[in-house]
């Protein structure tokens, strides 16, 4: 591998703690798609309410991921052509919704193939986004490359082991609140904590994207907000 997803899963931890709008970001959004879900699921389609949570998926998703994506390489690697975040996540976003929705159906079909085949799908599909917004592809070619980073099995197993810890330690989290925490403290403190592991898994992604294209930092690591 041509990077450490060990080096950068720290160095991504570091960077959610010192920039954090990101969290923020992550904080609003989670807020919005737990609200919905409370609500309704993504599979109840017969309640009226399932139409909110549909859209924090196709709508809202897009949104988060571009300025997340698009905050972490302005805020830390250096790019030759500067370009506007809002402009960028615009001409993006029909490729984003069309993923999500892409990505969403062939992580199903495969889930219902005895799991497996949908967590492989999953995982060579976690670059599709930063490669429509960094590199700006279409987004048959943003699946192609994803694709190809992912290729081997050390990769996958690396990139497994950090969704993983992704999923693992907010559902832990959450069932130990469930258990032993007030109701009233579930809701906040499982948005919080969901907020920040999506941060984290988004910033670590980004970063272990652009570190193949030899990016070099711009801002200092020990700096803040």
Known sequence: MKTSISSQSKRALRLSFQHPRWILLSLVYTGACYAANQHAG???????????????????SPIYHGLLILGVIEGVVAKTERISVFVAV??????????????????MVGSLLFLLPGIYIGIRLVYYKQALLIDRRSLWEA????FRRTAGGRQAACLLGCLAVFYGVGIGIDWLLVATAP???????????SAFLLTWINVLFTLLFVADLQLAPTVDDRGSD
């Open 42 to 60: 993504l599979f109840d389609i017969d309640d009226p309410l399932w139409i909110l949570t549909v859209a924090c998926l196709l709508l809202l």
């Open 90 to 107: 615009c001409g993006a976003f029909p490729g984003l919704v069309l993923g999500e929705l892409l990505t969403a159906a062939a992580v």
């Open 143 to 146: 699946f192609r490359e994803s």
């Open 183 to 193: 109701s009233w403290l579930l809701h906040p403190v499982t948005v919080s904590i």
